[in-house]
């Protein structure tokens, strides 16, 4: 039984963050969310994983803008209610699951839906970069090498 219990305790705190990196972590998921909810794009495209970005850029303009385009926010999807789901570390790469409530449309034809961001980090926590799930199962974008959370 002591031998379960230690097991227990080893596999819940590899994957949990520490203050530093869970400080790290709010304040760019806040600084992410606001920027995509207030129609940063700069910022928003700066807090993006690089690798989603850059596979939009290859795509040319056009898809590029049309991912990245923020323009009309009154009436884009507003991240909101953001909840952490799962936690996986392998050595300084972690990656963080979220659940937002994602709300579109105008205030007479409002949808809300559930939708995934991942968080990721190469360094031990003290950068983030954020990709939606659509993009993190994307394996020209993600390899699945890569992932430490899978569907």
Same mark, same amino acid.
């Given at each position: 039984m002591k031998i379960l219990s230690i097991v227990l305790i080893i596999i819940l705190s590899g994957c949990t963050l520490n203050a530093d990196q869970e400080a790290s972590l709010n304040d760019a998921m806040v600084s992410y969310v606001n920027s995509k909810n207030n129609g940063v794009v700069m910022s928003y495209v700066a807090f993006t994983h690089p690798n989603s970005v850059a596979y939009y850029k290859a795509k040319g303009d056009s898809v590029? $803008?049309? $991912?990245? @385009?923020?323009?009309?926010?009154?009436?884009?999807?507003?991240?909101? @209610?953001? #909840?952490?789901r799962e936690i996986q570390t392998k050595?300084? %790469?972690?990656? %963080? $699951?979220? #659940?937002?409530?994602?709300?579109?449309?105008?205030?007479?034809?409002?949808? %809300?839906?559930?939708?995934?961001?991942?968080?990721?980090?190469?360094?031990?926590?003290?950068?983030?970069?954020?990709? @939606?799930?659509?993009?993190?199962?994307? @394996?020209?974008?993600?390899?699945?090498? #890569?992932?430490?959370?899978?569907?």
């Amino acid at each position: 039984m002591k031998i379960l219990s230690i097991v227990l305790i080893i596999i819940l705190s590899g994957c949990t963050l520490n203050a530093d990196q869970e400080a790290s972590l709010n304040d760019a998921m806040v600084s992410y969310v606001n920027s995509k909810n207030n129609g940063v794009v700069m910022s928003y495209v700066a807090f993006t994983h690089p690798n989603s970005v850059a596979y939009y850029k290859a795509k040319g303009d056009s898809v590029f $803008k049309a $991912k990245f @385009d923020l323009s009309n926010s009154e009436y884009d999807p507003f991240l909101q @209610d953001g #909840n952490i789901r799962e936690i996986q570390t392998k050595g300084n %790469v972690i990656a %963080v $699951k979220y #659940n937002f409530l994602n709300v579109s449309g105008g205030f007479l034809e409002e949808q %809300v839906e559930e939708v995934a961001i991942f968080a990721m980090s190469e360094d031990g926590g003290e950068t983030w970069f954020f990709i @939606d799930e659509g993009d993190y199962f994307n @394996d020209d974008i993600i390899s699945r090498e #890569n992932r430490l959370i899978t569907q």
